[in-house]
């Protein structure tokens, strides 16, 4: 399986933004980079995705480095709500509807008010 | 539309029994698949059903099965439960038209005694 680390656990104040590291040295040229979080007591929730280029939505941006050896989820402005562990994820692309996503064991930020 | 929904939420078992959880997706999915989670840990696919046939399957023993039904709503079912099979269930429903975002339901979680 495809594999991405990430650093343990994180820490933020309220309202300044967050940058969340992440390295998969051995990604494939198909491969997908997603970000799904994790509040307490809830199901992931999927948070954003990219291939090569960088993407923003709502919710958060995605930079991709050149090589796609890494990349970096950010937050703008951290709220108490955005609280979670943030899964850094490989989809790997094996057609169709056929895919699974490999989860590690994240990243948990912490937001100081 | 209403979002994927897990039953029970909670629930004990007693170890060498038999344990059926449910699921159902998102209106319109045609594709669900099923996660355990333990504690402190990231989930682990365990299959994955499209159009009521198995569509992949992770590193999980043939005591863990499934069914989808044609509404899409799905079943796991566990025989001969085992300590370790304490965790979080968790399932996400996807489709084609959702592009690359699976959505999770709460989980349901299992504690064998």
């Known amino acids: 399986d495809a594999k991405t680390t990430q650093p343990n656990s994180m820490e933020s104040n309220e309202e300044e933004p967050v940058h969340l590291p992440c390295n998969h040295s051995?990604?494939?040229?198909?491969?997908?980079i997603h970000w799904y979080r994790q509040l307490p007591s809830q199901g992931p929730e999927y948070v954003i995705h990219g291939l090569t280029s960088n993407v923003n939505n709502r919710m958060a941006s995605l930079a991709i480095a050149e090589d796609r050896k890494s990349s970096t989820l950010i937050l703008h402005r951290a709220t108490l709500r955005d609280a979670a562990v943030y899964y850094c994820i490989l989809r790997v692309n094996s057609g169709g509807s056929n895919y699974k996503l490999t989860f590690g064991k994240g990243t948990l930020l912490t937001v100081n008010p | 539309e209403t979002g994927v929904t897990q039953s029970p939420t909670h629930l004990i078992k007693t170890r060498g029994q038999q344990v059926t959880l449910r699921c159902s997706s998102q209106s319109g999915h045609n594709t669900v698949s099923w996660y355990q989670q333990a504690l402190g840990q990231g989930p682990q696919f365990i299959f994955q059903y499209y159009r009521e046939e198995e569509n992949g399957r992770g590193n999980f023993p043939p005591r863990f099965s499934g069914l989808q039904f044609p509404n899409y709503s799905s079943e796991l079912n566990v025989n001969a439960l085992e300590l370790d099979d304490s965790a979080l269930y968790l399932c996400?429903?996807?489709?084609?038209?959702?592009?690359?975002?699976?959505?999770f339901g709460q989980g349901t979680r299992l504690t064998v005694v």
């Open positions: 051995t990604i494939s040229g198909t491969d997908y």
């Open positions: 996400a429903s996807s489709s084609l038209l959702t592009g690359f975002e699976a959505f």
